[in-house]
């Protein structure tokens, strides 16, 4: 009998820790596999390894969200465009982390100095139809895997250029335009803008 008992406690142990080997190498296996999408698309952005790191070290970082008396806890994690225009490289990769604002900005640009730029950030207010003095030509609607229906702007602003601009309507803490003034560069095509709000994808999944 009591080799019964060990026997039976001798199995019933070993199916303990072969279900938590189980379970663990599910979880790694998840892992890798996460960290091998995260890297297709980090190569789809057409991200530097340096540029992903930077952007690594703050996705998914607590941050406060709310008034002081209604804060809340939350995930900033970083999306990035998986559809990148043939010709455009990362031009430019600013990255704000402070006590008072989390945010990052991308600027892809190509030879023919076109070029778009986008941003997230704990700060940005939610952008409307333009209201300055501008013409808007052509309103799209876009169906976004991370942003739902969402609409683009295809307008001309007297009071900062006589270009045409292509910008993103949105109530996430998301901004998408084309051109980046400060760049002095050229707009990009209306298809090529929907395609990449369409192939936005968090970093992380």
């Not at 938590?20 to 190569?43: F, G, H, Y």
Request: hydrophobic residues 35%; proline residues 4%; charged residues 25%.
């Amino acid at each position: 009998m009591k080799h019964n008992v060990w026997t039976i406690g001798f199995l019933t142990g070993l199916i303990l820790s072969l279900s938590n080997i189980d379970r663990a190498v599910t979880v790694q296996s998840k892992s890798v596999d996460n960290l091998a999408q995260s890297q297709d698309i980090a190569r789809s952005a057409k991200l530097t390894a340096s540029q992903l790191e930077r952007l690594v070290s703050i996705d998914k970082k607590k941050i406060e969200l709310g008034e002081k008396s209604k804060k809340g806890i939350d995930e900033f994690k970083v999306i990035l465009p998986t559809f990148i225009p043939p010709g455009f490289n990362v031009d430019d990769l600013e990255i704000i982390d402070n006590n008072s604002e989390l945010s990052y900005r991308l600027v892809y640009r190509n030879s023919n100095n076109s070029c778009f730029y986008l941003i997230k950030t704990t700060n940005l207010k939610p952008r409307q139809s333009p209201d300055y003095g501008i013409n808007v030509w052509e309103v799209v609607e876009v169906d976004s895997p991370i942003l739902g229906k969402v609409y683009l702007d295809y307008y001309q602003s007297g009071v900062i250029s006589s270009q045409p601009c292509i910008r993103l309507r949105t109530s996430e803490n998301i901004e998408f335009e084309s051109p980046v003034w400060a760049k002095k560069c050229k707009v990009i095509s209306m298809q090529e803008a929907v395609k990449i709000i369409e192939s936005l994808q968090y970093l992380s999944p």
